[in-house]
T-cell receptor
Framework: AQSVAQPEDQVNVAEGNPLTVKCTYS??????LFWYVQYPNRGLQFLLK??????LVKGSYGFEAEFNKSQTSFHLKKPSALVSDSALYFC???????????????FGTGTQLKVEL | EAGVAQSPRYKIIEKRQSVAFWCNPI?????LYWYQQILGQGPKLLIQ????????DSQLPKDRFSAERLKGVDSTLKIQPAKLEDSAVYLC???????????????FGPGTRLTVL
């Protein structure tokens, strides 16, 4: 069964500093990896995805993520954090192998990012 | 482009009562998902439709939960009877998928926050 781990419940960073939110995964086949962000009282918003190709993926709002197959990781990064980046971030994975009726998206438990002045 | 619409935004009921949630996906999106997000956890897939057919309902508690997607557009999710542990945010999402292997991003609605007393 596929799974996602986000080892940090919360990440604190000062505005202007680089940020990293960690994610590791486990799948049977090739992974399809996603990052979503959730602001209070709002639904999840797509940031970026890795399907195939270049291991460094660029997404919305200056975020990027690096796919590392050997370490089964897909860490989210941003060179310079903003206070407005403060939100709940979810990593998610889909298995590229079709099992049963489909390949569901499995989410991690989320990491709360807090960017302070 | 209009996003995924959900109603109601909030609902408070007593245990053993019934409740229904409504979702209108983005126009043209063939696939619709219902997720349950319990506080402090990532969203968990309840059911996935492609057009008006069920692709995956393996995690839907079928003794009390039901969902339908008539005409392959709008969808309703019902709980009858509700239990205390059903208190959660119910998220609807849609995507462009047309095949069985899904790798497109999902677009989420704002969710319905259900409180069962």
């Amino acid at each position: 069964a596929q799974s996602v781990a986000q080892p940090e419940d919360q990440v604190n960073v000062a505005e202007g500093n680089p940020l990293t939110v960690k994610c590791t995964y486990s799948v049977s086949g090739n992974p399809y990896l996603f990052w979503y962000v959730q602001y209070p009282n709002r639904g999840l918003q797509f940031l970026l995805k890795y399907i195939t190709g270049d291991n460094l993926v660029k997404g919305s709002y200056g975020f990027e993520a690096e796919f590392n197959k050997s370490q089964t990781s897909f860490h989210l990064k941003k060179p310079s954090a903003l206070v407005s980046d403060s939100a709940l971030y979810f990593c998610a994975v889909r298995d590229g192998v079709l099992t049963g009726g489909g390949n569901k998206l499995t989410f991690g438990t989320g990491t709360q990012l807090k960017v302070e002045l | 482009e209009a996003g995924v619409a959900q109603s109601p935004r909030y609902k408070i009921i007593e245990k053993r009562q019934s409740v229904a949630f409504w979702c209108n996906p983005i126009s043209g999106h063939a696939t619709l998902y219902w997720y349950q997000q319990i506080l402090g956890q990532g969203p968990k897939l309840l059911i996935q439709f492609q057009n008006n057919g069920v692709v995956d309902d393996s995690q839907l508690p079928k003794d009390r939960f039901s969902a339908e997607r008539l005409k392959g557009v709008d969808s309703t999710l019902k709980i009858q009877p509700a239990k205390l542990e059903d208190s959660a945010v119910y998220l609807c999402a849609s995507s462009l998928e047309r095949g069985k292997i899904s790798y497109n991003e999902q677009f989420f609605g704002p969710g319905t926050r259900l409180t069962v007393l």
